[in-house]
């Protein structure tokens, strides 16, 4: 068993379940919610209630329950395969499917339609819930992913991703009218500290700060919005959501660094992976793939152009 203990500090307010939620990056609000009726969460050893308001100085116990081990299952899932050998493959992931299971997702995910496809021969580094994954992009955000089959092709696929050496250019569409045709944003990025489940750029000197680097270059304008492409030195979470909108430019659609009213039918933040190189890890060739831009995308930006053109 695991005991946290949290504090709330003098300007806490609002539901319980809620704060509660914002200081505990690994639970989601249901999940609380869940222990709370399961008894598992308490205040001067009193059980609380999911709708009790939080009282600031008070310090709450969550006894969190020995994790279940999860193992994904393969799943016939259809997949748009870029390029596939006997040492890795290259998928162009859609926007709305989870790379890999985690509580809340259990399966529908990448990695389960990787075991199907693949019938099992994908590295074993990531462990029962990772195989094959190298790196990841968010559930809403669109493009390409390259995956091992072999435990030798993973780690040459890291030993290139530790070093910055993979090519990645993504294609976003942002808020506002950037001022320059290009440019980069260079910060160090960490867990926020109001909102423990976001990322924001703080200092150096903060325990789990990792340096990041986006440079970006404008596509096209359309007054209110800019088409950029970043390509990334460094691929930290969230790293192209948090950084653009550290500028003054969030991304169209992102809910979660964007402005309060987020263009909804984008279902997530506009943003693609397009381009992914790197050295093959069996031949030592450069291989470099490029993926077009999904409906979503291109349907958003021919709207952009005709209010442009109005």
Not at 150 to 178: E, K, M, P, T
Not at 266 to 280: D, P, R, S, T, V
Request: charged fraction near 20%.
């Amino acid at each position: 068993m695991e005991m946290l203990e949290l504090t709330a500090g003098p300007d806490a307010s609002g539901r319980l379940d809620a704060w509660l939620a914002g200081q505990c990056a690994e639970l989601s609000r249901s999940a609380l919610q869940n222990l709370m009726e399961q008894g598992r969460v308490t205040r001067n050893g009193r059980c609380v209630n999911k709708k009790d308001k939080v009282s600031p100085g008070e310090v709450y116990c969550i006894d969190l329950p020995e994790p279940q081990p999860i193992e994904a299952q393969p799943q016939n899932i259809p997949l748009d395969v870029v390029y596939e050998d006997a040492d890795l493959i290259v998928v162009n992931k859609p926007k709305g499917m989870v790379v890999h299971p985690a509580p809340g997702n259990p399966d529908g995910t990448l990695v389960n339609a990787l075991l199907y496809h693949c019938a099992g021969q994908l590295s074993g580094i990531g462990g029962a819930i990772r195989p094959g994954i190298v790196h990841r992009i968010d559930k809403d955000t669109s493009g390409l992913l390259v995956m091992a089959k072999n435990d030798a092709a993973h780690q040459a696929l890291s030993a290139q991703f530790s070093v910055h050496s993979i090519h990645r250019v993504y294609h976003a569409i942002v808020y506002g009218n950037l001022k320059e045709d290009e440019g980069f944003v260079e910060t160090y990025l960490g867990r926020d500290p109001r909102d423990r489940k976001k990322m924001a750029v703080v200092s150096p000197e903060v325990s789990g700060a990792r340096y990041a680097y986006t440079g970006w270059r404008v596509l096209e304008r359309f007054g209110n919005f800019t088409y950029i492409a970043c390509q990334l030195k460094t691929g930290r979470t969230h790293q192209i959501r948090v950084h653009m909108a550290s500028i003054g430019h969030p991304l169209a659609g992102d809910a979660v660094y964007g402005p309060r009213s987020c263009i909804k039918s984008l279902n997530g933040q506009c943003l693609h992976a397009k381009e992914l190189g790197f050295i093959h890890p069996a031949t030592q060739q450069w291989v470099q793939f490029d993926s077009p831009l999904p409906a979503y995308f291109t349907e958003f930006l021919t709207r952009l152009r005709k209010e442009h053109r109005a």
